[in-house]
């Protein structure tokens, strides 16, 4: 098991934690997913397939508004979190195990749409290791399919590589809940320690680790192109009121 997959496992149960309101979160990126797909001609009638799902914030959203989801991830936790969510709020989401950098070892099928939000792609820890990704999203695409992901700002990070990210406090109904997350960085690749400090009737700190590596926009525009994206545009957060860059890549 490598990194990644300890981390997400590890942090499955608490992930909803980073939101003050994780369903509602659900449905509002949910919304801003559905307006791109519409700017780019796609109705909800479409076919999506979200291959870094984790517990299901985007995955969920998209089901609640009538799209056929397929949603899969590296981390079993996530997957079995992900299963609940969906069965708790009714909805019918087809779930798969599968890693994204080997779509078609799982999936024959070719989809509409398929995403990877969150700063999914940024794992890969080297740039063979995020063409072999690109490659592998891109052939799940049906032509004139799109792909639509997001990451951070690193054009703008690498500038500074700072050492840690703002904590985001939430008031709960026992107290408050903290998270904020320390960045070792290593010439472009950083270690990323995720904090989940719950100050309620006991203190809790939870504490978990995971690995990025700085991907600028103009590295992920090439490779997709060089992989068979037609059309690359990026959107800007004041754009489309996402909280990261979105890149919507056409087939």
């Not at 599968?98 to 939000?117: G, K, Q």
């Not at 290791?129 to 703008?156: H, N, P, Q």
């Amino acid at each position: 098991m490598n990194i990644t997959q300890t981390f997400y496992d590890s942090m499955a149960a608490q992930y909803d934690k980073l939101f003050q309101d994780w369903q509602a979160t659900t449905r509002e990126q949910a919304e801003i997913l559905d307006r791109l797909f519409r700017e780019c001609g796609y109705a909800r009638t479409a076919r999506v397939l979200d291959c870094a799902c984790g517990i299901g914030t985007q995955a969920l959203g998209l089901a609640a508004l009538g799209y056929e989801v397929t949603a899969s991830d590296i981390s079993e936790g996530e997957l079995a979190e992900a299963r609940q969510r969906a069965a708790k709020n009714g909805l019918q989401i087809c779930f798969a195990r599968a890693d994204f950098c080997s779509l078609s070892d799982t999936f024959t099928e070719r989809f509409d749409i398929v995403i990877a939000m969150d700063n999914a792609l940024p794992h890969m820890l080297t740039g063979q290791a995020l063409s072999t990704a690109v490659k592998s999203i891109v052939g799940r695409l049906k032509a004139d399919g799109i792909f639509v992901a997001s990451i951070r700002d690193y054009d703008s990070l690498l500038a500074s590589k700072p050492p840690y990210s703002p904590p985001y406090i939430h008031k709960t109904e026992k107290g408050q809940r903290v998270s904020f997350q320390t960045w070792d960085w290593q010439d472009e690749n950083y270690r990323l320690t995720q904090y989940i400090i719950e100050d309620e009737e006991t203190l809790r700190i939870s504490k978990f680790v995971c690995e990025y590596r700085a991907t600028r926009r103009e590295e992920l525009t090439r490779l997709l192109r060089d992989k068979g994206c037609r059309e690359v545009a990026w959107k800007a957060p004041e754009e489309t009121g996402f909280y990261q860059p979105i890149v919507v890549a056409r087939k």
